[in-house]
């Protein structure tokens, strides 16, 4: 059976692949952008019917770049964002794990580390498995 750890690993391993830029599976206890962070999903059951239930897991991704300028920034941030939208559309078996991944929203955020603000994208992942 399908865990989330194996999940947020393999999303996380993808995802290091085509941004090249540092990125965990699991919120880190020290973090410095440029980035990515795949969060604790939520679950939900669906029942096609009484033989097969799939799990629906939806992992919030955050993406946070450093502040050289805001333009840069931006601009940086929506390539990371499209990356992800479309390596999950070509992956979107994860290697076997899933039978569906897709970005599902990206929305403008800002998160902190170390006593200072940087620049981020919340995204959306839903993964059936």
Do not use: K
């Not at 999903?41 to 009484?50: F, H, M, Q, V």
């Not at 629906?56 to 499209?82: G, K, N, S, Y």
């Not at 794990?97 to 170390?114: D, E, F, G, I, K």
Request: with cysteine; proline share 8%; charged share 15%.
């Amino acid at each position: 059976m399908i865990n989330g750890t194996d999940l947020a690993e393999a999303l996380a391993t993808l995802l290091g692949e085509i941004l090249d830029i540092r990125v965990h599976p699991y919120p880190p206890d020290t973090f410095l952008p440029p980035g990515a962070v795949v969060g604790q999903p939520t679950l939900s059951w669906e029942t096609d019917n009484r033989t097969f239930t799939a799990i629906q897991w939806t992992f919030p991704i955050t993406l946070a770049v450093a502040r050289p300028t805001e333009r840069e920034a931006q601009m940086e941030l929506l390539r990371m964002v499209e990356a992800v939208g479309d390596v999950l559309a070509e992956s979107a078996d994860l290697g076997g794990l899933a039978q569906s991944t897709r970005l599902m929203s990206a929305a403008p955020a800002q998160v902190t580390a170390s006593g200072i603000d940087y620049p981020a994208y919340l995204c959306s992942a839903e993964i059936i498995a």
